[in-house]
């Protein structure tokens, strides 16, 4: 499991572990946990550094999971639409980048599970690196043609869910995954605040599921463990059998008790995830908005995690994407590049930095890795300087200290990229490897079109984390890479891109 798991566990609060007979509330350590943690507002976020600059000559391989989460995205357009600064560790530059579609081929057959996509650009802030675009791609599975599906829904009841952001967009959400059903699914439905209630148990009858979430009020405190344990009874007590079991956790993580021992959490969902049953985690609301625990549960549970901040949200989560966010078609996906000394000298990853692996854990089929569902696509983009350009990092004095010359003969490539990835009910990993020519670097132009999409959203996350080697590129610029776009999403991000802009969230974020 991946330590940094580990880390943002100890926030996970103690009711929740109390259904694994861990040890009791200790409001302190609580307090002194939230502020460094926090944001000042009582959110909560798990923030990494910025992934810094490898030499290839000593650091040739990048070894990282792959995300298909997009929930800081949407909790980033919740604060620019809402005026606010939005703080450093809210941003996973990954999750703003693949959000959004791109002009992926679909794979030839399902052999392989996903196509593999590579190509280079000048980079529009640093005329002596490069961009190079890794994008995968996995087949698509009708709603038709899916498996039935075993869902629980566990939603949070308590009283800091009465906000109109909160439990009546969860019920409007919920409702809309309910109207996308088929007559083989299966529903149930339970809510915990001071107690745990079952409100509808194995269901298949979309007016029954709408009739019980309309119903539900919010007030009380949140016996949070006692909920995610009886989910688990319930998904396993009507398991289907090569069919989708899975819980979907509705709530805004704030689970208002202390710190305790993450191992009983840890121990409880991966048991169940060996078990086939995953984790979905909907994130609601904003102040007290716990972003590190549900991201956190969400990758243990072998799920994703989304932010739902609007009806229009809820619809793409829930409804236009809801086969991807199901229907698992390849797991413990990890990526590997090998740079090529002769061709690349630097290199650095944007994004991915709570995702990173190391060198060994790639082909070790024990480690945890992201999971792919049907139609999802995960992009990633490397910066890299072309051997010969003097960039990030000047040359080494002494001769020892610096990568000897190799053969010409070695030049025709600029890495290589390696994939891993389990089937579904697989427990022994597969490998693609594709090398990318060298070709690419010499021929690389201004990005264009989806490229330069891509690279624009990039340099939104990374400008928003503070990212210093953008140089004085700026919001501006960055509106003016993305160019014209005629889909609703794009069109939105042209928007934010100039809200990131105004004084007052320049203000907020400085704040």
Known sequence: MRSHLLTTLSLIPSLILAGCGQKPYDSAAYEAADSVAGTGTGERYDGRPISPVHQVATEPVSTFAVDVDTGAYANVRRMLLGGQGVPVDAVRTEEMINYFRYDYPLPQDRSAPFSVTTDVATTPWNSSTRLLRIGLRGYDVARSERPPANLVFMVDVSGSMQDTDKLPLVKQALS???????????????????????LVEDSHDPAEIRAALSGLDAGGSTAGGPALSMAYDIARAHRIPGGINRIIMATDGDFNVGLSDQEGLEEMVKRNREDGITLTTLGFGQ????????????????????????????????????????FTIARDV?????????????????????????????????????????????????????AGETDWTAPRKYAANRAPALPAGDSGEIATVRLRYKLPEGETSRLIE??????????AARPEGDMAFAVAVAAFGQKLRGDTRLGGFSY??????????????????????????????RTGAAE
Do not use: C
């Not at 549970?301 to 619809?315: K, P, T, V």
């Not at 061709?343 to 930095?353: A, C, K, P």
């Open 334 to 386: 990890k990526v590997q590049v090998e740079f090529n000394p002769a061709t690349v000298s630097q290199y650095r990853l944007i994004g991915y930095e709570n995702r990173a692996l190391a060198e060994e854990d790639f082909a070790d089929d024990r480690v945890d890795a992201g999971e792919i569902g049907a139609g999802h696509q995960v992009t990633a983009i490397y910066e890299i300087v072309p």
């Open 476 to 505: 501006a610029d960055i509106g003016r890479l993305a160019g014209p776009q005629a889909d609703y999403w794009r069109q939105e991000f042209l928007q934010l891109a100039q809200l990131a802009d105004t004084e007052r969230v």
């Open 176 to 198: 809309t995954l309910a109207d996308g059903l088929r007559s083989d699914d299966s529903v149930s439905i339970i809510t915990y605040a001071g107690f745990v209630e079952t």
């Open 434 to 443: 594709k090398p990318i020519s060298a070709a690419l670097l010499a021929g």
């Open 287 to 326: 102040g007290n908005y716990n972003d590190a625990m549900m991201e956190a549960v969400a990758d243990l549970g072998n799920g994703n995690h989304a932010y739902i901040d609007s009806a229009m949200e809820a619809r793409k989560v829930l409804d236009e994407e809801l086969s991807s966010t199901l």
